[in-house]
Every structure is written in structure tokens, then in C-alpha cells.
């Protein structure tokens, strides 16, 4: 039986729930707006043996053999958020039993909240990236306003994103920026040099990879500020070292399921940008038909 | 100079620095993060510069780094407004995470992804690592209620230095915590067993250091070159 943990609405969720469906596999969904109502027993010792209590019905967690998480930060879901402090307290300690089983069951698990914990540090994440063979952009990461300016120098031009997991929106550094150098002594901030080329999306579902260019004008495609950059995505075939490398990335952070952002230069050089352990994927899938739903489902259902 | 990452109202790390001389010793706290002089590149370069205490230090000064901290949390980041604490404080873990692994000298525990001073284990992982080397164990966990692990109240401790071993002399508990270290990737560790010695009850990466032989212990293994 497949586990999917989350919240039904979100696309890669629907998708992965959707393609299970399609194999026939037996699933069930731990709705993530079940958080105040579940209850959840968890017994490790030479063997783990776990129950979760649902409104639809108890489930044997000994019975899963494969898992798909994607929750949101409970904190944020509003019957949570609203929630009096004694329901919040409970929600998170039900998603810390779950995460907790989730790094401990033999189920095959896409992905391990440990492993996709790299996605939380990008400097960090690219280390890992580069021991695998890809090159990274070069990177500063700064308190400093003279430090910074010799690096613009030494570049020419350079983008800032932010070094954590949170979301940011990649901003080229322009003469306007210096204005607000002196703020960089508040908080360490990340400056890359800027990779000109063409941004190629690559999902590694277990065997498969899916790789798709986007084009777009703009410095973060996620983002376009206008009509005239909104991105055309179409499915490529990647040089076969570059899918050799795409694969080792995923396997060295033992992740099962990734998306990984690539940038080809006019020149034909790859730099790997970063993986998302828990990507988006329905974006991609939805622009060139490839069919990465059903392949997560084909892992989790693999024996 | 040994550098230890930790809260500048912690009392233990500040005790710590005072032990070992001021000279060769110093905290880094979530305040040195946000001073001017950080410089960190990558690929990695190893002619960085860090604040440690308030000074600028290049990297090659630092020969060694205790880490007395999970994650830095947007809690104490009171010279920062409210509604930016929690961003500034996932900004600087990230940051902390990426500089510590880049270093060359020896980090006691060495972070993860998962957390800046080693694995950040739960206590079912410590249990299932531990039954996976045959040392009996076990966990319950129940929610709505708390988690579950069985205390007897009375403990036997041992503390992992690199190699050595401190507190309870069992030489059996001891080569069993030993082996609990490498699994989990460790070179600090409190492991406490029941007082009948039949029983893994939980571990810590994060060990009191209040006895005077286990700190010198971890003073000469930060000395000591990876």
C-alpha cells in the first residue's frame, strides 16, 4: 500500500494520487487538514511497528511499502493557524511522528525528510553538487561591502537569492543596489555571478529522467515581469554525460525524486543552479506531456 | 584558536572559553554572523574571513570548532525586526551549515543538513541504530499525548571522545556507545544504558562537558588534525 501525505488540492499531489490510481495500487492519503483530529502510535525497538488513526479508517503503517510526502508548514494551514495553542501543539507533534516514521520505515519514501534537508542550504547544497562533477557558478557570500564590490568587479554581472531554502526571486545587482550595501552588515547575504544561457529543467524519477528547456528572457523564469517573458518550455534530450551526472547528483543525496535546474551557456557549458528534493513537477509535466506522475508512482510502487 | 559555536547566553560555552584561555579560544554567536567582515566563497576558497567574537579572523587561524548548537533560533535574534526574525535566522543556519562543512579543521560534531552539530537524531532513530548493533532498545511514541521513551529514572552514562570513553567504566557499555558514535557519525556522544546494563535508553550529541577530563578530552581532539 502507498502513503500520500498532504494536501489533496496541491497539483503534484493530485498528480501522484491520480497516476496510483491509474496502476490500481492501494493507497491511502493522510489528508494534511487532518492534523488536528489524527492520533498516531509509533513502537521502534528490533522491528517498527506504527497505527495511524484517520477519520477515514486506522491504517497499519506496517503495511506501507511506499510513501510520497509533500506536506505544507502545518503552521501555515489556516485551521491550524486559528487553531487554540493546545490543537497547534498537537498538529505538530503529529507531523513530527510522521516525519520521525518517515526517516524510519523500510517503505520506500519520496524523499526522506533527511535527505531533501540539503535543499535548506544552498552553498551547501552546491558542494555536494560540485563533488559530483557538475560545475557550480561561482559564489560570495558576504557581510561585506568591499568584499562584494571586488567580486561585482571581478564578474560583471552578478545575481543575489537567498541562501536558505525560502523562496526568493533571483535579482540581477544593478548601480542602484549600492545604496542599500551598507544593510549586507545585518545579515550575510549570496551573490553568484550570472550564468548567461538557457535554463533546462531535468526530473530524476528513479530510472527516469525527464529533461525540458525553458526560454525566457527573463533572470528568473518563475518570475516573468511581462508578457514577452513568459517562459516556452519543450522537451530536450540531454548529452548522455550530462543525464550520467544528473543521475549520480540524485543518488549522492539519496533522493529518489528530484528537479534539478540546469543552465546550458551559448558556449555549450551545463552549470547545475540547484535541486529541489520536492519538486513542482505538474508545472513541467503539464508544458511537455512527459509523463513524471506516473513514473514517481512506478518507484513508489517498485518492490 | 578553537572556536566554539554556540550562544553568547549560553553559560556552558562561555565557562568553556574561560577554561581554555581566551587567547586560544572563542564564541561564535548568531551576533558575529551579522557584523561586517564575512567572506565565504564557492567553490570553495580557503582564504575566507570569519567574525569570531567580534574580530575579523582569516580561516587559517581557526584550528579547530566545537559546536554547542543545533540551529540558531529567530528567537534571540533581537537586534532584528520581529517580522524579519524568522527569515534572518534560516538565512544564517544555511550560512553556518555551508561555512562549517567547507572547513578544513576539525568540527566537533560536524554538522548536516539536517542540523549544525551532527545528526539530530529523534529518539526512535537513536533506537533503531542502536537495535541495529544489538544493543536492546526501544520507544513508543503517542499522539495526542508525549513521546514515550523508557526511563527508569537511574542512568548509566558514557561520554564518546573521537576514541575514548568517559563515565561509566563497563567496557562493554563503553565499546557498544563506541559503536553507536561511528554509526551515527559522531565523535561526541552521551550514551545512557539502564543501571541493570541491559538497556540502550537514549543519546546525545550534546553532552554536559562538565567533567574536567572529557573537556581537556575535547580540546586535544580539536588540536588534533583531521
Not at chain 1, 9 to 28: F, I, K, S, Y
Not at chain 1, 266 to 292: K, M, R
Not at chain 2, 58 to 63: D, K, L, N, V, Y
Not at chain 2, 64 to 77: A, D, Q, V, Y
Request: charged fraction near 25%; proline fraction near 7%; glycine fraction near 6%.
Amino acid at each position: 500500500m502507498i502513503l500520500v501525505w498532504g494536501v489533496q488540492r496541491d497539483p503534484p499531489v493530485a498528480a501522484v494520487t491520480a497516476a496510483l490510481v491509474r496502476r490500481g495500487q492501494t493507497m491511502a492519503f493522510v489528508d494534511q487538514l487532518d492534523v488536528l483530529t489524527a492520533e498516531m502510535d509509533l513502537y521502534v525497538d528490533g522491528d517498527l511497528r506504527g497505527r495511524l488513526q484517520l477519520p477515514t479508517g486506522e491504517l497499519d503503517l506496517a503495511r506501507i511499502t511506499g510513501v510520497y510526502i509533500r506536506p505544507y508548514e502545518t503552521s501555515r494551514l489556516p485551521a491550524v493557524a486559528e487553531a487554540p495553542p493546545a490543537r497547534q501543539a498537537r498538529a505538530a507533534a503529529l507531523d513530527e511522528a510522521l516525519l520521525c516514521w518517515s526517516e524510519v520505515t523500510p517503505a520506500r519514501v519520496v524523499n526522506r525528510p533527511a535527505a531533501m534537508a540539503s535543499n535548506h542550504s544552498k552553498p551547501y547544497q552546491s558542494a555536494l553538487i560540485q563533488a559530483q562533477g557538475f560545475d557550480v557558478p561561482e559564489t560570495l557570500i558576504t557581510t561585506d561591502r568591499d568584499a562584494l564590490e571586488a567580486f561585482w568587479e571581478e564578474h560583471g554581472e552578478i545575481v543575489y537569492k537567498s541562501i536558505s531554502g525560502i523562496r526568493s526571486i533571483v535579482t540581477r545587482v544593478t548601480p542602484s543596489h549600492r545604496q542599500r550595501f551598507n544593510d549586507l552588515a545585518n545579515c550575510p547575504t549570496q551573490f553568484q555571478r550570472w550564468i548567461p544561457g538557457r535554463d533546462i529543467r531535468v526530473h530524476v524519477s528513479g530510472d527516469d529522467v525527464f529533461a525540458c528547456e525553458i526560454k525566457s528572457s527573463a533572470t528568473d523564469y518563475r518570475y516573468p515581469r511581462e508578457e514577452e517573458e513568459a517562459p516556452e518550455i519543450r522537451t530536450i534530450e540531454l548529452p548522455l554525460d550530462i543525464d550520467d551526472r544528473c543521475r549520480r547528483v540524485v543518488a549522492s543525496m539519496s533522493l529518489l525524486l528530484a528537479g534539478i535546474d540546469l543552465r546550458r551557456t551559448p558556449d555549450g557549458h551545463w552549470f547545475c543552479l540547484e535541486v529541489n528534493p520536492s519538486p513542482g513537477f505538474t508545472y513541467y509535466e503539464s508544458a511537455t506531456g512527459q509523463p513524471i506522475a506516473d513514473s514517481i508512482a512506478c518507484v513508489l510502487s517498485a518492490r | 584558536m578553537i572556536v566554539v559555536v554556540a550562544s553568547i547566553h549560553d553559560a556552558r560555552a562561555l565557562r568553556i572559553v574561560a577554561e581554555w584561555g581566551s587567547k586560544s579560544a572563542a564564541v561564535l554567536s548568531a551576533e558575529d554572523l551579522c557584523m561586517p567582515g564575512w567572506v565565504f566563497r564557492v567553490p570553495i576558497d580557503p582564504h575566507t574571513t570569519a567574525v569570531i567574537g567580534g574580530q575579523k579572523i582569516p580561516g587559517e587561524r581557526i584550528s579547530g570548532i566545537l559546536t554547542l548548537r543545533p540551529c540558531i533560533f529567530p528567537e534571540e535574534l533581537q537586534d532584528t525586526q520581529a517580522a524579519h526574525r524568522t527569515y534572518v535566522a534560516a538565512e544564517l543556519n544555511a550560512f553556518l551549515l555551508a561555512w562549517l562543512t567547507a572547513q578544513s579543521s576539525r568540527v566537533v560534531n560536524r554538522p548536516t543538513a539536517c542540523c549544525l552539530a551532527g545528526p539530530n537524531w529523534r529518539p526512535e532513530q537513536w533506537t533503531q541504530a542502536a537495535a541495529r548493533l544489538d544493543i536492546p532498545a526501544r520507544t513508543w511514541r503517542h499522539i495526542p499525548s508525549h513521546n514515550c521513551i523508557p526511563n527508569d529514572g537511574e542512568t548509566l552514562e558514557v561520554i564518546t571522545v573521537g576514541e575514548q570513553c568517559f563515565g561509566c567504566g563497563d567496557s562493554g557499555l563503553r565499546e557498544k556507545s563506541l559503536k553507536l558514535a561511528q554509526a551515527a557519525g559522531v565523535e561526541l556522544l552521551s550514551v545512557r544504558f539502564s543501571v541493570d546494563r541491559t538497556r540502550f535508553v537514549s543519546a546525545s550529541a550534546w553532552p554536559s562537558l562538565t567533567d574536567p577530563a572529557v573537556l581537556e578530552a575535547v580540546r586535544q581532539r580539536l588540536e588534533t588534525p583531521r
